[in-house]
């Protein structure tokens, strides 16, 4: 043990040391080795109050054959952090201590309270019952006013299984929606109902919504609450069940194993819906850009405009030729401000083999295609001179199949890869296309991979790891460094930061990063064992 704390220790001094050569301050705290039961968790930022990060420790669910932290009973907790990176309280969630069992389903800061919301299935009345209490910041401790906000009966519903629950903020943290999906055995929607509240959680409207299309499968893909308690729904319409859920897909045959990626066959069509006026009013269309097809797409309503952005195919092709923004009326259908640029095959088809290409090409039967990706698309951000910005993550899934004997295991696999960052102009035209070449490979979990960005004078910060594959006899994966890459003003990229080849850097967690009011970022990180953490801050200011 004093081996590993002592190798991690030594990896922290030389992250600092070289941050100080590029003129970063950096804290760290010391690696805690925290007991069994404590260390069997996620992290997960929650945001920050003042000058305080909070954290969410939450229970981390074994998957056999998978690398993982833990399992087990453990609960949530909630853990506070000040300016120096101590930890200065770290409090359990009692949230039912009458001992009845009950669903975590997540914790929000909104103006400056902490509220988690939890759920409870009364299987008697056939009702899905969901709660809120709030947090005191300061200690940590439950507030005594847990509130029942919303019932959902399902009574009439004789396939349901059980409910799903998300929720988002408005900008201004006024408003809040949760969206319920209905679900059956094989977790397939069967209904869908959206609440709106106010930020003391009164009830302001509340409806029960169905996409419209009439064959074919729907998908719902993202929410949005303005701060007039408007909802915008971002979903899917797939033409048929069979390219839902048997998406194209292509074999990676190596001696120890073969890998089958999956990715979107491009049939299907964005549709987004607005219900404005409490939900009486409803507005909805199918999004297209002329002579293209929108393969991966965000959306974001600020000061009652709506502006989707995102990446491009050309039609019934799944390769990204390029990206585009602009802005929207829902209600109207009508686009103003439209920009779009087209990548390079060059700039997409880096970093992947062409062994791996032609595989791909010959799985869908279409050797003109080269770029297996599906993307994961940010809201457009601001920076402080005014410049827009958004990331395109490249991103596949697959399934790792390995035999022992007469024992066949199936394990998922998350492959996040480059990204790509689009400038844009006032008007939505795009000024540039930067890249930032990376590599991230696991089995089981995602919350090692993608990267925190930040901005310094000017300047974009991108901090990853990487993740080789590595299919051998007893290793599947092996972590390799810590790098942080700049994007300056005049679009030039530049590698700023690369941990020694002596070291093995702690995988960092992007899920953790909390944005604290001095323009400083924390994250959490977690060794290649899955056993120490600890939390660092980076001042950007």
């Known amino acids: 043990m004093k081996t590993i704390l002592t190798f991690l220790l030594i990896i922290s001094a030389t992250f600092s040391l070289s941050a100080e050569e590029i003129n970063y301050n950096v804290k760290s705290t010391e690696v805690l080795r925290d007991r069994l039961l404590e260390r069997s968790a996620g992290l997960k930022a929650i945001g920050s109050i003042n000058d305080h990060a909070y954290i969410l420790y939450q229970p981390f669910t074994a998957i056999y054959g998978g690398s993982t932290i833990g399992g087990g009973k453990m609960g949530h907790y909630i853990g506070m952090f000040d300016k120096d990176v101590n930890l200065v309280k770290k409090t359990k969630l009692n949230l039912a201590p009458d001992g009845r069992n009950v669903d975590f389903e997540g914790a929000q800061i909104i103006n400056d309270k902490i509220l988690v919301f939890f759920s409870f299935q009364n299987e008697e009345k056939k009702s899905h019952y969901l709660f809120s209490r709030s947090v005191n910041p300061a200690t940590l401790e439950l507030n005594d006013d847990s509130k029942m906000i919303a019932e959902l009966d399902y009574s009439g519903i004789s396939k349901y299984k059980r409910t799903s629950v998300q929720y988002e903020t408005s900008e201004d943290e006024s408003k809040i929606m949760f969206f319920y999906t209905v679900l059956n055995r094989k977790n397939e929607p069967l209904r869908f109902a959206i609440h709106v509240y106010d930020n003391e959680l009164n009830s302001i409207w509340q409806n029960s919504v169905s996409p419209k299309f009439k064959e074919g499968v729907f998908s719902y893909k993202q929410f949005r609450v303005d701060n007039n308690g408007d909802v915008y729904l971002l979903g899917a319409h797939y033409a048929d069940k069979k390219n839902y859920f048997d998406s194209a897909k292509f074999n990676d045959h190596d001696f120890f194993s073969k890998d089958t990626y999956f990715t979107d066959v491009p049939n299907f069509t964005y549709q987004l819906y607005k219900f404005s006026n409490n939900g009486a009013k409803e507005a909805s269309l199918d999004i297209h850009l002329d002579s293209k097809f929108i393969r991966s797409m965000n959306f974001t309503v600020l000061n009652g405009k709506t502006r989707v952005n995102g990446i491009f195919s050309d039609p019934e092709t799944?390769?990204?030729?390029?990206?585009?923004?602009?802005?929207?009326?829902?209600?109207?259908?009508?686009?103003?401000?439209?920009?779009?640029?087209?990548?390079?095959?060059?700039?997409?088809?880096?970093?992947?083999?062409?062994?791996?290409?032609?595989?791909?090409?010959?799985?869908?039967?279409?050797?003109?295609?080269?770029?297996?990706?599906?993307?994961?698309?940010?809201?457009?951000?601001?920076?402080?001179?005014?410049?827009?910005?958004?990331?395109?993550?490249?991103?596949?899934?697959?399934?790792?199949?390995?035999?022992?004997?007469?024992?066949?295991?199936?394990?998922?696999?998350?492959?996040?890869?480059?990204?790509?960052?689009?400038?844009?102009?006032?008007?939505?035209?795009?000024?540039?296309?930067?890249?930032?070449?990376?590599?991230?490979?696991?089995?089981?979990?995602?919350?090692?991979?993608?990267?925190?960005?930040?901005?310094?004078?000017?300047?974009?910060?991108?901090?990853?790891?990487?993740?080789?594959?590595?299919?051998?006899?007893?290793?599947?994966?092996?972590?390799?460094?810590?790098?942080?890459?700049?994007?300056?003003?005049?679009?030039?990229?530049?590698?700023?930061?690369?941990?020694?080849?002596?070291?093995?850097?702690?995988?960092?967690?992007?899920?953790?990063?909390?944005?604290?009011?001095?323009?400083?970022?924390?994250?959490?990180?977690?060794?290649?064992?899955?056993?120490?953490?600890?939390?660092?801050?980076?001042?950007?200011?």
């Open 318 to 541: 799944i390769s990204a030729r390029g990206a585009f923004a602009f802005n929207l009326d829902v209600e109207s259908g009508k686009k103003t401000e439209i920009g779009i640029e087209t990548f390079s095959v060059e700039l997409i088809e880096k970093g992947f083999s062409e062994k791996q290409l032609n595989r791909f090409r010959r799985s869908i039967k279409d050797k003109s295609e080269y770029d297996p990706f599906d993307y994961i698309i940010s809201e457009v951000k601001t920076l402080s001179d005014g410049t827009k910005y958004y990331t395109a993550e490249q991103f596949i899934t697959g399934t790792k199949k390995e035999q022992s004997g007469n024992q066949v295991t199936y394990t998922p696999i998350y492959f996040y890869n480059n990204v790509f960052v689009i400038r844009l102009n006032a008007d939505n035209s795009i000024n540039s296309i930067d890249k930032i070449s990376k590599s991230q490979y696991s089995l089981a979990t995602t919350i090692y991979n993608s990267f925190i960005d930040f901005e310094k004078e000017g300047s974009l910060y991108f901090i990853y790891n990487t993740i080789e594959r590595k299919d051998g006899l007893f290793k599947n994966a092996e972590v390799g460094k810590t790098y942080i890459s700049k994007i300056d003003d005049s679009s030039n990229t530049s590698e700023v930061y690369k941990t020694p080849e002596s070291n093995k850097a702690p995988l960092i967690m992007p899920v953790t990063k909390v944005e604290l009011p001095d323009h400083s970022v924390l994250y959490g990180m977690m060794s290649a064992n899955f056993k120490d953490y600890k939390f660092e801050i980076i001042d950007v200011k």
